[in-house]
């Protein structure tokens, strides 16, 4: 059956048996999990970066930022939860469906590059901590 509407609920670690109608959220692990909402009985994994979903709970209602595209899975259905309610997209054509996909990608490759810059921006500074340590250790010792 499709799902009209969604809850949210906060969940630490995945539970054995996903109810329908529920978004899980785990921000410790930075996860969601629910049921596809056409029905299928598949369960949607989505990752909650800012390259990836982006989940808005105010009270009751849950909001999930952009839209969710299962096109990975037989159904390939395409929707989006605001304000608790599931609103479906129109059928993408497969030439949509790999425009969308190449963006995500693009986008997540973006994040990850700006990660990892952050990363080495860190590791930059750890090594000139390093060097200066050296040059006084050498000034002490001469
Ligand atoms: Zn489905």
Redesign the pocket.
Known sequence: MKQSLMRPEFIELAPPVLESGVLYISQKYRTSLHK???????T?VLQLTPAHWQVEVHGSKVSLHPSVG?WG?????HYWIKNSKVVWAKQMSPSQIAAVRERDKHDQAIYLARVNASKSQNSGYLNMLWDLLKKLGRRLMG
Not at 36 to 42: I, N, R, T
């Open positions: 596809c909402c056409c029905g299928c009985g598949e949607v299962n899975m037989r159904c390939q259905s």
